[in-house]
């Protein structure tokens, strides 16, 4: 029950954009339209910012997008802000006895 | 507004059981499956687990079947994690999630109780 693999850190400096990997396989990323991203902040608990993939719930900027492609998800922020300094972790259904499996995170650095 | 209060944690020795809660308001907490997440200190996260909004399934994370038990009082508001013979490795904050219905996301968190399983 492997997690995701995700890039341990990304960096940008504000306004600059940046994208963020998520690779598993055809048993969970590849498989199922039901990708998620959160983001964390030191000591808080996960924001859910992307849901089935791409869709952004009510509050979450425009800035922030999702895409899939095979086995293979993103996260892209435009326009990076000093608030979106952050951990940000990708999550997919996986059809197996685990459900859900979440990615091993990665740590957003604004320059 | 929503809000997921988890309670329970604390300082428990190895072999021990604890039971977090998890406790609803500002929606319909009969109508929503809710997860347990944990993430260990310094670590990432980690699913633990899922009860249907009626109790009537229960899914669990491959390294916790037979030791954890999710339930529910849907009359109280209530979710529980039953966790038996503590380990070391069971060391971290436990997060309750409302799930996202039919988006398999989970929308709200709860602001987590830490676990700390240590001789």
Known sequence: ?111 | QVQLVESGGGVVLPGRSLRLSCTASGFTFSSYDIHWVRQAPGKGLEWVGVIWYDGSQKYYTDSVKGRFTISRDNSKDTLYLQINSLRAEDTAVYYCARDYPTARAKDYWGQGTLVTVSS
Not at chain 1, 60 to 75: C, E, I
């Open chain 1, 1 to 111: 029950q492997s997690a995701l693999t995700q890039p341990a850190s990304v960096s940008g400096s504000p306004g600059q954009s940046i994208t963020i990997s998520c690779s598993g396989t055809s048993s969970d990323v590849g498989g199922y339209n039901y990708v998620s991203w959160y983001q964390q902040h030191p000591g808080k608990a996960p924001k859910l910012m992307i849901y089935e993939v791409s869709n952004r719930p009510s509050g979450v900027p425009d800035r922030f997008s999702g895409s899939k492609s095979g086995n293979t998800a993103s996260l892209t922020i435009s326009g990076l802000q000093p608030e979106d300094e952050a951990d940000y972790y990708c999550s997919s259904q996986r059809g197996s006895s685990t459900l859900y499996v979440f990615g091993t995170g990665t740590k957003v650095s604004v320059l």
